[in-house]
């Protein structure tokens, strides 16, 4: 048995969609379940997201901490953001992002990993990538707003943040994920035999 997502669509005898927000919705769907029976299903549909696992050559990682208002806490990240244009080249987006965010720019990307954030209750598909070769960005500082004007920005050596995440300490999903993906693809193939940094993503077609 090959253990592997697929993908599957179950009928659908109604939708309607109660909320409309700036870059999310709320989904109603009547879903018909195996046995037959037709079941309510309310989940967010969101764009998708891109985020980077930037790896300098000391073997640090920048991440970000910014205040995140539904958990009411400020959390160490990496650089992300939203795929705000439908079909946008996930890597494309990242670039834009590290650049954006840490005013930083990459030799090297590649895919660290694919994922649904919470499938039970949002659509949501984040493509993390490593991007290594690190150096400095060329002209100005993009103009941050908002709780991103608030932002401090760290390289924290991979270990710090390993152990900051097995305690507890370190809860932002792209960077629990992010992080220790990195530790697995360094104790299997190495990080030179991830996929290339335009893989297919089922999950968020786009054109390369």
């Keep these: 048995m090959t253990i592997k997502d697929t993908h599957e669509e179950w009928e659908i005898r109604a939708t309607d969609i109660p909320f409309r927000g700036k870059k999310t919705s709320v989904r109603t769907d009547d879903v018909v379940m195996p046995d037959g029976t037709v079941v309510t299903r309310d989940y967010q549909v969101h764009p998708g997201s891109v985020a980077v696992l930037a790896l300098d050559d000391a073997d640090r990682v920048l991440v970000i901490r910014q205040y995140r208002h539904p958990v009411r806490r400020k959390l160490w990240e990496i650089p992300a953001g939203l795929l705000d244009v439908p079909g946008e080249n996930p890597l494309h987006a990242a670039q834009r992002e590290l650049y954006e965010e840490a005013h930083v720019k990459a030799e090297d990307w590649r895919v660290l990993t ?17 991007a290594r070769g690190l150096s400095e960005a060329e002209g100005e500082r993009f103009e941050v707003e908002h709780e991103e004007a608030d932002m401090e920005l760290e390289r924290v050596p991979v270990a710090e943040l390993v152990r900051g995440v097995l305690a507890g300490e370190l809860q932002n999903n792209c960077l629990v994920v992010g992080v220790l993906s990195l530790v697995a693809a360094r104790q299997g193939d190495g990080l030179d035999a991830l996929r290339p940094a335009q893989a297919p993503w089922p999950a968020r077609p786009f054109e390369s």
């Design 114 to 130: 694919d994922v649904f954030t919470t499938p039970g209750g949002c659509d949501e598909a984040v493509r993390i990538f490593l």
